[in-house]
């Protein structure tokens, strides 16, 4: 028996990868999965009426790399291929991405032309950042924040308005804070290893490639061929996790919702005992968690307190959501993806989506604006209500787009840690926390977003390297 703890994108897809390796190795390794909420979907949830939809949580998935491909092998796979909304390069959503810096929204270049080019705010066409690199010292560093690192070699300006709102866009954070690896891993090892990044890329440009091969489905082929920026699954994101819980529930998961497990006992290397908080036990062989790491933590503290405070130490931040629809005909923004903020102009807000342009069966204009992150405490202090944050969201909306009517529909969440931060030595720490387990003997294993990757792709990857390890 394997119990499977959360019920997110990464427990969903845990099971949906043991039910396939069952398949493959003629197994029959019962699975159950272990859910705190009366829903399967995590952070995923959208409000789908026939004018607008409200993602209150991811609203995209990119397509690319070997983790974009698997994730579209999965959607295909079940059966969603027709569901597919894609963005494709040439659409306004995937060519206007701004950002907003003294008091003006400025378009970031989306094609090589545009580098060659002078870009406000950005004082310099940007390929002279790479001449900044050539002529810039390398430090010897173990780890570094990608803030540090881009503007050691790119420069000030594109490490203040191209990374740090990037930061912002990916994991509401702080790019001084957040680990050069979580998206400059290849570039941090150029300039460690080779003096700079520029130098680095043209002695890997001689070097033979060594990259994981992956097979590619149908779906994914056609995602390269008409060349999708981005996709959103039509009916709004909700569709994948309630499509893979179906899928679970017809090939025999025992789902159980309503189950918070508050405590874990590990009573040898092939035993553990899940407690709930009305004082249930479940026997599982091995347990997946999915959940959060402070949230394991706590189900570890009392056989493992070391760990317990390793898993603490990832922290977390909080991102207020604003969904607003207008029903009026005329659009009230511009086609584009949207915009974000960087950090340097200390706005309440991260940024803001224009979902009319994203998400397919809108009628009227859809905005999402997105605030505090690492920021939020700062900003509202612990106990804002969700009226102040709708406020501000409108007074900030009101400034950069000049909107003044009033949303026809509205609705706002606060998502109390929702966003994992991998700060610097964040790699280190995951790997100290797996080297206990695999020292310790106990049987569990880690997936989802607060180790391997923040990302829908990197969740559901992280859930397949996970169950192929453990059973080879
Ligand atoms: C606002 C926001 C916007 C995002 N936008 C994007 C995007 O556009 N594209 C993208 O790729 N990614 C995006 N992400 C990231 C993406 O949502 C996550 O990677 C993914 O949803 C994480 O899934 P998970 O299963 O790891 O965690 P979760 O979704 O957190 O699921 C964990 C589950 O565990 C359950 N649980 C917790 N404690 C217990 C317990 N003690 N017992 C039982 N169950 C428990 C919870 O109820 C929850 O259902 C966004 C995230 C947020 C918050």
């Known amino acids: 028996m394997a119990a499977i703890l959360g019920g997110g994108l990464g427990g969903l897809s845990t099971a949906y990868y043991l039910l396939k390796t069952n ?53 295909e796979d079940l059966g969603l291929s027709e569901h597919v909304a894609p963005i494709t390069s ?18 970031l270049p989306s094609s090589l032309k545009g580098v060659f080019q002078k870009n406000l705010p950005f004082s310099k066409p940007l390929i002279y950042a790479l001449f900044y690199d050539i002529s810039q010292p390398h430090k010897h560093l173990q780890d570094d924040s990608i803030y540090n690192f881009v503007e050691r070699r790119f420069g000030k300006e594109i490490a203040d308005y191209a990374i740090a709102p990037m930061i912002c866009g990916i994991c509401a954070g702080d790019a001084k804070e957040i680990s050069v690896k979580f998206l400059m891993k290849t570039l941090f090892e150029w300039e460690q290893n080779h003096g700079g990044v520029v130098k680095g890329m043209m002695k890997s440009m001689f070097s033979p490639k060594t990259g994981e091969e992956i097979d590619i489905s149908n779906l994914a082929k056609r995602a390269q061929e008409e060349k999708w920026n981005v996709y ?32 874990l006992q590990f009573v040898d290397s092939g035993t553990v005992l899940l407690k709930n908080c009305s004082g249930e036990l ?19 503290e009392k056989q493992h307190p070391d760990l317990a405070q390793e898993l603490n130490e990832i922290p977390f931040v909080t991102v207020g959501i604003v969904n607003l629809y207008f029903s009026s005909e005329t659009p009230l923004v511009t ?18 989506v224009f979902d009319s342009f994203c998400i ?13 992150g690492k920021w939020f405490e700062e900003k509202f202090g612990e106990n804002v209500t969700e009226e102040k944050l709708f406020n501000v969201a409108m007074q900030e909306i009101g400034t950069i787009l000049n909107i003044k009517e009033k949303p026809t529909v509205y609705h706002v969440n606060i998502l109390h840690k929702c966003i994992p931060q991998y700060v610097i030595g964040h790699y280190e720490r995951v790997g100290k926390i797996r080297d206990y387990i695999q020292k310790n003997n106990l049987p569990i294993s880690l997936v989802g977003s607060s180790y391997d990757g923040v990302g829908i792709n990197d969740v559901i990857y992280s859930a397949k390297k996970q169950v192929q390890e453990d059973c080879t």
């Not at 499509?243 to 405590?263: A, F, G, S």
């Not at 086609?335 to 803001?352: D, H, K, M, T």
């Open 282 to 300: 479940f026997n599982a062989s091995h347990v997946y968690s999915t959940i959060p790491s402070y949230a394991l933590a706590k189900l570890v």
């Open 90 to 107: 040439e659409h306004p959503a995937a060519k206007n991405r701004m950002i907003y810096v003294n008091q003006n929204l400025y378009l």
């Open 360 to 372: 397919p069966d809108q009628n009227g204009t859809v905005l999402t604006v997105m605030l505090g």
């Open 232 to 263: 959103t699954i039509k009916g709004g994101l909700e569709t994948f996790p309630a499509t893979l819980h179906d899928y679970l529930c017809q090939n025999n998961v025992d789902i159980n919702l309503n189950t918070r497990i508050k405590e």
């Open 23 to 75: 398949v493959t190795r003629n197994s029959n390794l019962k699975l159950f999965l272990l859910e705190a909420t009366n829903y399967c979907g995590g952070w995923i949830k959208s409000i789908k009426t026939k004018d607008y939809t409200f993602e209150q949580g991811p609203r995209t998935i990119r397509p690319k790399g070997i983790t974009g491909v698997n994730t579209l092998n999965m959607i």
């Open 335 to 352: 086609p584009a993806f949207g915009f974000l903020v960087p950090p340097i102009e200390n706005s309440p807000i991260l940024g803001v």
